[in-house]
């Protein structure tokens, strides 16, 4: 249904701007004779009134990409379960079942185990238009940080079928192309955030003795 709302949307849009660019065109063309004036001027404002934020958004998204987001292993899986191998054969992942927490509006911590845990800190950034994700696995012995990852997203690709949360969702157009920082990776769309996963995965296979 949404899907025929952007069509809807997008057709009825482009029909008002040809009529709107024609109209300008003319009216410079008698008054002035400078017709293509008017014609660039109602292109540009018919472009801004809905894509005003696509270039902006793009340019950030590459400028906290090249400064901020990335992966960082501080200590391996292996070497972790070397240093602690009083862990090994505990409950790990999903045999183990303690329930999320909630520290703040933006962070989010959940348990690997009884040591470790995953704290996921999430906002928007620049308009709410680029999400930013920083995942930090932590030993809550010792306060250790063994892995980190930074990952900034553009747009909602989901809108279409899942809704959206702002109006800067609903501008699926922000979405295209390699929406995340990591080199793509078809299997790892989340990037650096899955990146991260997978290594966690690893120290919780590592602790059930696999």
Known sequence: ???????????????????VVHKS???TKTRYSKGWVGGWLAALVMYNLVFWDWIPVYVMHKYYCSTQAGFWVYKSPEQWIKENPD?????WGGAFKRPSETINEDT???????RIFDE?????????????????????KTGEVLMR?????????TALSLGAGSISDYKIWLSLGHRTCAPRNPEFPGGYSDLFGVMRYKLEQLGKGD
């Open 87 to 91: 862990m090994v054969g505990q409950k």
């Open 108 to 114: 989010r911590r959940y348990w690997s185990s009884d």
């Open 149 to 157: 990852a930074i990952e900034y997203s553009r747009g909602n690709p």
């Open 120 to 140: 996921v800190i999430q906002h928007k950034n620049f308009m709410h238009a680029i999400d930013r994700i920083e995942d930090k696995l932590i030993d809550s």
């Open 1 to 19: 249904m949404i899907a025929l709302l952007y069509i809807a949307f997008f057709v009825v849009y482009g029909l008002v701007s040809v009529f």
């Open 25 to 27: 065109y003319r009216f």
